[in-house]
């Protein structure tokens, strides 16, 4: 954390980067490293190879698209993320940077970067990006504590995940002194509905199957699924409802974002390390929350992805 703080105090231009189809904390901890920088006087700009979930606007993350900036950045910074190719069209560029940070806590990296802070046991990337800030000459604003909040709060499950720590409750204290709006914050993050979520509920009911009796659900969008429904398939709150059945374990969501690719979201409810299964296929991510891409078909693809998750729930 300390070399980063001197990179940040001795360079004025940063590119900064999340991984592909964004969460709260990718965006959370880019945004408030953002608009810290922006404080401190230096240049930054976001990048991210995705949209941003309409829930997550609140955020007012505001993207670059000059790919040029990339390359005369003095830094890059990968944020929420430890694997280059997780950041889609724009890996080559970030490889191409000058001096590469990344600040993540999820496992399985796959990139030599020249500085790291990296943390598997944070909850979140926003814990990591928080007290780095702290040690910054400069005050926080209601805006950096809301992202940060967000980044926090969401990775935690709104501090009802297992991997919640007295940290992340300290940390949050912190931030609500900054007076954000709370209630605007929550209810965008874990209330909010578009208009077609009762379509979408149906057609996840209908497309999910259960194996192993009931331990594992298997939820598949395929390519016209994801296209009637993307804004919802790419926010992750969507699939909640089958979170706490009883008698399940793993939750497999796989949708087809483009023809022949299959993104893959593993959840566990209590004792199984998904990221054991993610890691098979090149993925990671954490214990009970991880992901990985698929090319190929889906019923070759459905196969592998169960006897994994068999392997996984006979070790029990």
């Given at each position: 954390?300390?070399?980063?703080?001197?990179?940040?105090?001795?360079?004025?231009?940063?590119?900064?980067?999340?991984?592909?189809?964004?969460?709260?904390?990718?965006?959370?901890?880019?945004?408030?490293?953002?608009?810290?920088?922006?404080?401190?006087?230096?240049?930054?700009?976001?990048?991210?190879?995705?949209?941003?979930?309409?829930?997550?606007?609140?955020?007012?993350?505001?993207?670059?698209?000059?790919?040029?900036?990339?390359?005369?950045?003095?830094?890059?910074?990968?944020?929420?993320?430890?694997?280059?190719?997780?950041?889609?069209?724009?890996?080559?560029?970030?490889?191409?940077?000058?001096?590469?940070?990344?600040?993540?806590?999820?496992?399985?990296?796959?990139?030599?970067?020249?500085?790291?802070?990296?943390?598997?046991?944070?909850?979140?990337?926003?814990?990591?990006?928080?007290?780095?800030?702290?040690?910054?000459?400069?005050?926080?604003?209601?805006?950096?504590?809301?992202?940060?909040?967000?980044?926090?709060?969401?990775?935690?499950?709104?501090?009802?995940?297992?991997?919640?720590?007295?940290?992340?409750?300290?940390?949050?204290?912190?931030?609500?002194?900054?007076?954000?709006?709370?209630?605007?914050?929550?209810?965008?993050?874990?209330?909010?509905?578009?208009?077609?979520?009762?379509?979408?509920?149906?057609?996840?009911?209908?497309?999910?199957?259960?194996?192993?009796?009931?331990?594992?659900?298997?939820?598949?969008?395929?390519?016209?699924?994801?296209?009637?429904?993307?804004?919802?398939?790419?926010?992750?709150?969507?699939?909640?409802?089958?979170?706490?059945?009883?008698?399940?374990?793993?939750?497999?969501?796989?949708?087809?974002?483009?023809?022949?690719?299959?993104?893959?979201?593993?959840?566990?409810?209590k004792f199984v390390d998904v990221c054991k299964i993610a890691k098979v296929f090149g993925g990671g991510?954490?214990?009970?929350?991880?992901?990985c891409e698929i090319v190929g078909r889906y019923k070759t693809a459905l196969q592998k992805i169960?006897?994994?998750?068999?392997?996984?729930?006979?070790?029990?």
């Amino acid at each position: 954390m300390k070399e980063i703080i001197e990179i940040i105090k001795k360079y004025n231009t940063f590119a900064l980067f999340c991984h592909v189809n964004p969460d709260a904390d990718a965006l959370g901890s880019m945004n408030a490293l953002n608009l810290s920088l922006k404080k401190l006087n230096k240049k930054a700009y976001m990048y991210c190879d995705g949209i941003i979930p309409s829930n997550l606007k609140f955020l007012n993350v505001e993207l670059e698209e000059n790919e040029k900036k990339i390359l005369n950045a003095d830094v890059c910074i990968l944020l929420d993320c430890n694997t280059v190719n997780r950041i889609g069209k724009y890996g080559d560029l970030f490889k191409q940077g000058k001096i590469k940070v990344c600040i993540d806590h999820h496992q399985q990296g796959d990139y030599p970067f020249d500085y790291n802070l990296v943390d598997y046991s944070s909850p979140s990337t926003c814990d990591l990006i928080y007290p780095l800030l702290k040690e910054l000459d400069f005050v926080l604003n209601c805006q950096i504590a809301l992202n940060l909040y967000a980044g926090i709060s969401s990775d935690t499950g709104c501090f009802k995940f297992s991997n919640t720590t007295a940290v992340s409750h300290k940390n949050t204290y912190e931030l609500l002194n900054y007076n954000f709006d709370l209630i605007e914050a929550n209810y965008n993050m874990f209330s909010y509905k578009q208009d077609n979520f009762l379509d979408f509920y149906k057609t996840a009911i209908k497309k999910t199957k259960s194996y192993f009796n009931n331990d594992v659900f298997v939820t598949h969008f395929n390519l016209k699924d994801y296209k009637k429904f993307k804004d919802i398939c790419d926010n992750s709150i969507g699939f909640q409802i089958f979170d706490g059945i009883d008698g399940n374990e793993i939750r497999v969501k796989v949708i087809e974002r483009k023809k022949g690719v299959l993104s893959v979201a593993f959840r566990s409810n209590k004792f199984v390390d998904v990221c054991k299964i993610a890691k098979v296929f090149g993925g990671g991510g954490h214990i009970n929350a991880s992901g990985c891409e698929i090319v190929g078909r889906y019923k070759t693809a459905l196969q592998k992805i169960l006897n994994e998750c068999k392997k996984e729930l006979e070790k029990k």
